[in-house]
Nanobody, 131 residues
């Protein structure tokens, strides 16, 4: 599984950004279920999940991202996108695309981002929001 993020930039508060993750190397099957998500890590803080998409396409968000961010997955173009609107200085971080393969579809999102060989990460893209 290969993941590559792009789209990070420096913007002013209230602006918008679109992050894109290009992925390759996997597909859902009856025994392997894939889910994806966006995480971020600010300097000196722990990595946190921003949004995720389960194997059925259902999306979930952390509270601070609800109503501002939209995650979408395109399995034809093999991209995962995070649309970020009304960004704020506290959104400043390195954003990472993540994927997980899990034998249990209902457990995939819960285990997304854990350590281990079935979790995959991109190299990250920097988002900086100035006030």
């Amino acid at each position: 599984v290969r993941l590559a993020e792009s789209g990070g930039d420096s913007v002013q508060a209230g602006g918008s950004l679109r992050l894109t993750c290009s992925f390759s190397g996997y597909a859902n099957s009856s025994t392997s279920h894939y889910c994806m998500g966006w995480f971020r890590q600010a300097t000196g803080l722990k990595r946190e999940r921003v949004a995720s998409v389960d194997p059925d396409g259902k999306s979930t968000y952390r509270d601070s991202a609800k109503d501002r961010f939209t995650i979408s997955q395109d399995n034809v173009k093999n991209t995962l996108t995070l649309e970020m609107n009304n960004v704020q200085p506290e959104d400043t971080a390195t954003y990472f695309c993540a994927a997980r393969v899990d034998p249990y579809k209902d457990m995939c999102v819960a285990r997304l981002g854990l350590t281990g060989p079935t979790n995959f990460w991109g190299q990250g893209t920097q988002v900086t929001v100035s006030s």
